[in-house]
């Protein structure tokens, strides 16, 4: 069974002023507009009707002769419009379709900057999720705002420019890195991502990522989000 990765928002009155569902639409990465690899080309995520966003849908193409080389990154540029809520979730039971077996699943600020990624659920689940909460419980990011959501075929990850010299910015190969949420290497956390690690060519496929705290772009008025941010603080305390 999934999780419910959208959290009803309490003040019904801040519904009909910001335009938001209760549930969120899929946003659908358009055939013939693929979602890029880097912040230049991410896709925006957005609907025509504005609101919340539930879920992002799409597909990493292996590489052949007649395609030529395959697509191993797609790059979304959302907007968090409640951190405390934010969730990315990857599916392996998406039908009949060919699934993603090992997605990874990568979060940036709108400078490039690494906020959080995740490789492996646990040692037994090959999907991924990312949630605003490191291990001692606390949030890892607190601004609502542009991100960069990013899924790749494992074990393609970040890298960051250092002197010319392209090296790996959350360090996933290492061992103990390979489950769980994992943060930026301390000492490349101020660079921006500008690439990636070979993936493994034979892992493409379809992918569901469920969000949770994502509203479309172009996003709301500033005001309208700080009532959608107060009543989903509102409807946390009253569970």
Request: hydrophobic share 40%; glycine share 14%; aromatic share 8%.
């Amino acid at each position: 069974m999934r999780l419910d990765l959208i959290r009803p928002v309490a003040a019904m009155a801040v519904l009909a002023i910001s335009g938001l569902a209760l549930a969120g639409p899929t946003f659908d990465e358009p055939p013939g507009g693929d979602a890029g690899t880097g912040r230049d080309d991410a896709k925006d995520v957005k609907t025509d009707n504005g609101g919340s966003v539930g879920m992002i849908t799409g597909s990493l193409t292996g590489t052949s002769p007649l395609s030529g080389y395959g697509d191993y990154q797609d790059v979304y540029r959302i907007f968090i419009a409640d951190p405390m809520t934010f969730r990315a979730e990857t599916y392996g039971d998406i039908g009949g379709n060919h699934p993603l077996h090992n997605p990874m699943l990568f979060l940036f600020n709108e400078a490039g900057q690494g906020i959080m990624a995740n490789d492996n659920l646990d040692d037994n689940n090959t999907m991924s999720k990312l949630v605003n909460q490191d291990a001692n419980g606390q949030p890892i990011f607190n601004d609502a705002g542009i991100y960069y959501l990013a899924i790749t075929s494992g074990p393609s990850e970040a890298l960051v420019d250092i002197a010319g010299e392209s090296v790996p910015l959350f360090g996933l190969g290492i061992p103990g890195n390979d489950v769980g949420i994992i943060l930026p290497r301390t000492q490349y956390s101020d660079h921006p991502w500008s690439g990636w690690t070979n993936p493994d060519f034979e892992n493409f496929g379809d992918y569901e990522i469920g969000l949770g705290g994502v509203v479309s772009i172009p996003v709301p008025a500033t005001g309208a989000i700080a009532l959608i941010g107060l009543a989903a603080i509102g409807g946390r305390r009253r569970r």
